[in-house]
Structure formats: C-alpha cells, structure tokens
C-alpha cells in the first residue's frame, strides 16, 4: 500500500501545472519548513496554549464580524447617508468641459 507521500508525488507528476503554480507551491514549502524549525523546539503544552489562543483569536474576529451588521444595522452611526429630503451640492468642477 502506497503511503501520503507517495500517492502526493504521482498526483503532482500526473499534473500539468503552471510556473505561478509551482512557485506557489515552492512558497509554500519553504514557509512551512521555517515554521516547523522554529516550533520544533516548543512543547506540547506550549503548542495547545498557541492553538488555543490562535481559535480564541480568530473566534472571535468571525463573532465579530458576524455580528457587526446586526449590532450597527446599515453601518455605524456616524457613517450613514444624507437622507433624502437634503440639498446636495455638485462637485465644483461639473460646469466645465
């Protein structure tokens, strides 16, 4: 039986990628092995305190996000429209041509 690695490197044979894609994929590569050298010497409870903290951060910017436009309605307060009965000037450059 074939392992992960194996069946990844027939996959990507079989493929006719692009040069964007493969420097993509070389990118990312080179981002992951810097990111495992630098954990590589944390623990495993430091790891689960980093991947709590990172769920609790990005929780909560989703919650955040979610519940903006029901918190402030059509936006903030103090960025909503000119109502409609109001005067709008035109710009000053309108009667030139």
């Known amino acids: 039986m074939k392992n992960i690695r194996q069946c990844f490197r027939a996959k990507k044979s079989e493929e006719n990628t692009s040069p964007f894609s493969e420097y993509v994929l070389q990118l990312q590569r080179r981002t992951a092995d810097y990111l495992n050298s ?23 910017l989703c919650c955040y996000i979610a519940l903006k436009p029901i918190i402030y309605g059509n936006g903030p307060p103090s960025r909503t429209h000119k109502t409609y009965g109001e005067r709008v000037n035109p710009p000053r450059n309108s009667d030139k041509k």
């Open 38 to 60: 630098k954990a590589r010497h944390l623990t495993a409870a430091q790891l689960k305190v980093l991947l709590v903290c990172f769920c609790m951060i990005a929780g909560g």
